[in-house]
Nanobody, 124 residues
Framework: QVQLVESGGGLVQAGGSLRLSCAAS????????MGWFRQAPGKEREFVAA????????SYADAAKGRFTILKYNPENTVYLQMNSLKPEDTAVYYC?????????????????WGQGTQVTVSS
């Protein structure tokens, strides 16, 4: 059974940083595309960042470019999201996702497995 477990969320002041982690019990982790998505109250789940199986292809939502970095570490079946210069509008539940494709990109439908989410709250 595939499990994705996120950690690293919390409360931070605007301008601060957080690093989210996602540990995956996925046998095909090294060839699976991974993504980070977020959902704020009353809003739809939205794309944040994605990475290919090898980690060589990365993409970011416009809101994340220049501030967030996605990193896939295959030896430990873990994907990270380093978030810097956080803003109150980054407040949301952040979800890790894994798919059968080598690279899923920003499409939610490309991802088959989802974590339970971790709350990120940025105060002004």
């Amino acid at each position: 059974q595939v499990q994705l477990v996120e950690s690293g969320g919390g409360l931070v002041q605007a301008g601060g940083s957080l690093r989210l982690s996602c540990a995956a019990s996925l046998r095909t982790f090294s060839t699976s595309g991974m993504g980070w998505f977020r959902q704020a109250p009353g809003k739809e789940r939205e794309f944040v960042a994605a990475v290919s199986g090898s980690g060589g292809i990365k993409s970011y939502a416009d809101a994340a470019k220049g501030r967030f970095t996605i990193l896939k570490y295959n030896p430990e079946n873990t994907v990270y999201l380093q978030m810097n210069s956080l803003k109150p509008e980054d407040t949301a539940v952040y979800y890790c996702a894994a798919g059968d494709l080598y690279y899923g990109g920003p499409d939610l439908k490309a991802y088959k497995y989802w974590g339970q989410g971790t709350q990120v709250t940025v105060s002004s």
